[in-house]
T-cell receptor, first 111, second 117 residues
Framework: RKEVEQDPGPFNVPEGATVAFNCTYS??????FFWYRQDCRKEPKLLMS???SGNEDGRFTAQLNRASQYISLLIRDSKLSDSATYLC????????????FGSGTRLSIRP | GAVVSQHPSWVICKSGTSVKIECRSL??????MFWYRQFPKQSLMLMAT?????????EQGVEKDKFLINHASLTLSTLTVTSAHPEDSSFYIC?????????????FGPGTRLTVL
């Protein structure tokens, strides 16, 4: 089982739709969680950190479910510019202090 | 926000040559820098973690003698791909954090696309 798993997609949704992705992680010691977006042939850019209480930033909402070991990202009123690959990132407290990227979920917003 | 630069942005070289990639934090002191590699349509794979003034910690399966990492200052880390071969062709991305805290955000450089002929 991969340490961090994401549905690769692609998710193809119309502009204005609401779309949600999940990301599961296997290490219960994981403590820090992030969502990054990566455009084609570009570096990842931080979208938002994911806190235990959940957090919202405009049209984006991130949730953490420690019991089921997954994080989610919800995008409301999607825009064409939201088309990208969304990467789930998990970091743990082990001595190796590993940072693990999910393989990403591709989102394509159509007019 | 914090800015990280990489140089060069792309490089094409012959098989057997060595290539050096620089990663700089422009407006903050990066105590920790990370080097990643990303093959087409795959996720980022962490190669090594570099703390300023100490030896890099390499991930399993990454040859330290082939991928030389130097983090001599708080604003500069370099990755040298020695005796590059076509299978080393990839997108190399560095990131930096301003501290050793677990929740520190990583700021990514724009990446270096390496093509080995």
């Amino acid at each position: 089982r991969k340490e961090v798993e994401q549905d690769p997609g692609p998710f193809n949704v119309p502009e204005g739709a609401t779309v949600a992705f999940n990301c599961t992680y296997s290490n219960s010691a994981s403590q820090s969680f992030f969502w990054y977006r990566q455009d084609c042939r570009k570096e990842p850019k931080l979208l938002m950190s994911v806190y235990s209480s959940g957090n919202e930033d405009g049209r984006f909402t991130a949730q953490l479910n420690r019991a089921s070991q997954y994080i989610s990202l919800l995008i409301r009123d999607s825009k064409l510019s939201d088309s990208a690959t969304y990467l789930c990132v998990v970091r743990d407290y082990s001595s190796a202090s590993k940072i693990i990227f999910g393989s990403g979920t591709r989102l394509s917003i159509r007019p | 926000g914090a800015v990280v630069s990489q140089h060069p942005s792309w490089v094409i070289c012959k098989s057997g040559t060595s290539v050096k990639i620089e990663c700089r934090s422009l407006d903050f002191q990066a105590t920790t820098m990370f080097w990643y590699r990303q093959f087409p349509k795959q996720s980022l794979m962490l190669m090594a973690t570099s703390n300023e003034g100490s030896k890099a910690t390499y991930e399993q399966g990454v040859e330290k003698d082939k991928f030389l990492i130097n983090h001599a200052s708080l604003t500069l880390s370099t990755l040298t791909v020695t005796s590059a071969h076509p299978e080393d062709s990839s997108f190399y991305i560095c990131s930096a954090t301003g501290g050793r805290a677990m929740t520190d955000t990583q700021y990514f450089g724009p990446g270096t696309r390496l093509t080995v002929l």
